[in-house]
């Protein structure tokens, strides 16, 4: 690893942790040349499938647009951002997991609608709107009645 205070390509490795959830290692460095100490982070690079949005285009699977439907949904919401990063690590997982090349866009909204559900319904009904082009105050209405019914069944269980 090059040295980022002088560029000398010689350093070595002090200590090694893993840190988050231990999906990422952090390395103390030092240069051989210059003494400077420095930190590493190093994740594994995760192959994710391509999305096949309903137009039949394909794009590359972006955490970034995922956290910033979910953070809009989200807003002035009483969550927590590790609440966030918790499902969008769970989403990745599960699309690590699908085995595919390619999945639709489709599954990937049902499973942030269903982590939503779970979370916080108000933000759930947001994304809902968006995401299923609600049209009038009918389709808000008929989705809250869903989310109702789901709840009453499941105080039943």
């Known amino acids: 690893m090059r040295c980022m205070y002088c560029g000398a390509a010689d350093t070595k490795v002090i200590d090694s942790r893993l840190v988050g959830e231990g ?10 040349e210059c003494a400077e100490r420095f930190t ?13 949005k309903r137009d039949g285009s394909r794009v ?11 953070v809009r949904a989200l807003e002035k919401r ?5 609440a966030i990063d918790d499902i969008i690590g769970r989403i990745k997982y599960r699309l690590q997991g699908v ?10 909204g049902e499973w942030i609608m269903e982590a939503l559900r779970h979370l916080d319904q108000v933000a759930y009904v947001r ?3 968006v995401y299923r082009s609600f049209e009038d105050v009918n389709a808000f209405r008929e989705e809250i009645e869903k989310l109702a019914t789901k709840d009453a069944l499941a105080e039943e269980e």
């Open 78 to 82: 009483p969550v927590a951002s590790e």
């Open 23 to 32: 999906d990422q290692v952090r390395r103390r460095r030092q240069c051989l």
């Open 40 to 52: 590493t982070y190093e994740a594994a690079e995760l192959t994710l499938p391509r999305i096949v």
């Open 99 to 108: 085995g595919e090349r390619e999945i639709p866009s489709r599954q990937l």
């Open 127 to 129: 994304f809902a709107s």
């Open 60 to 70: 590359n699977f972006d955490e970034q647009k995922l956290r910033s439907g979910m």
